[in-house]
């Protein structure tokens, strides 16, 4: 008797994903990760980095050379940015107003990094204030922000004010733009921004597994003359200059599907126009807004901060939000998600992002979670939510 498993074929379930990532990934994508394999130093290959290159450039909005998709999901390159550019004795500055700036402390302690902090409540943004006051106390080298706090819902407003900050006192600056790039208005060089990462799997709608990096020259001039090598050696950008700088010599073998399958995902936000990008995002993520809104339901961040691509939507008082969320995966192969660290419990996290951005998916989504909750006992008015939620969209 054989004693290998017998396993089906796969057969997973059709979800329609408005969590907080991975987002619908668009057919097109998917048909591009399924064509042949070449070697990651086939000439045809180099070809195809270069075009990734230049079209993560567009769509972070930068000339930065030194803009390349890093093999693994976002954290690769979040600690591909913290790694590099923090070096043992350097002080970083870290917000502590949501689940990602925590990461951010751990990933440049790990470098050999000091941390301090600038403070405000998780499902609020950082107040200019607040960081030139922490500036002014520590000196930081490195200053570290989250542009779209998956966690909380939360927009970073202010971008050029907090860059100028870090620029008075000489230091570096390190964006989170995970659950923005590509949704949310990001203007890297404008916003005088030295090093920006991000992930595929949120408003780019592709599968995750190569994940955008971009940093300046000053940024890479001081990755490029550290005292001692970054403590990776996977994610050394001075190895990795190797393979995408000029000489294209093999550091490792890079992930070809999934390289391919952002090409599909960037040609797709360069065939939109990245404004355009933005704006859709706004007005279908708003339509949503007005429709949970119409439906008696709250939101957890104030306009002037509302993040579109991730809305943190306040659970109504007696409703359990696991059973919702349980209940909507289940009935409706809908996937939406809860809160995490200080806002476990109170809020629903829903993204619109990218592909999942689309008018069928809000109608969708106000409908199906208005059954959820009466399920559970709420009063929602479903009806009013799909009527605002029209009247925003035809605006
Ligand atoms: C703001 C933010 N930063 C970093 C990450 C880490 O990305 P990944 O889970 O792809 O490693 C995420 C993932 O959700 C995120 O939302």
Redesign the pocket.
Known sequence: MSDAPVVDELTPPERTLMG??PSDVNPRVLRAMSTPLVGHLDPSFIEIMNEVQELLRYTFRTDNQWTIPIS?????S?EAAIGNLVEPGDTMLVPTNGY?GG?MESMAERAGGEVVHVDAPWGEPLDPADVRAAFDEHQPDVFGF?H????TGVRQPDVPELTRIAREHDAYVIA?A??SLGGVELRVDEWGIDVAYS?P??CLSCP?GA?PLTLNDRAMEKVLNREEPARSWYLDLSLLEGYWGDDRSYHHTAPITNVYALREALRLVAEEGIEERWDRHLHVAGALKAGVEAMGLEMNAPDEYWLPSLNAVRVPDGVDDGEVIGYLLEEYDLEIAGGLGDLAGEIFRIGCMGHSARPKNVNYLLSTLGDALDAQGATVDVDAGIAAMGERLAD
């Open positions: 907080p990532g693994g999901t976002g954290s690769a979040m990602f990461r989250v779209a706090e998956t966690s989170d995970v659950t992930g799997q949120k995750p994940s």
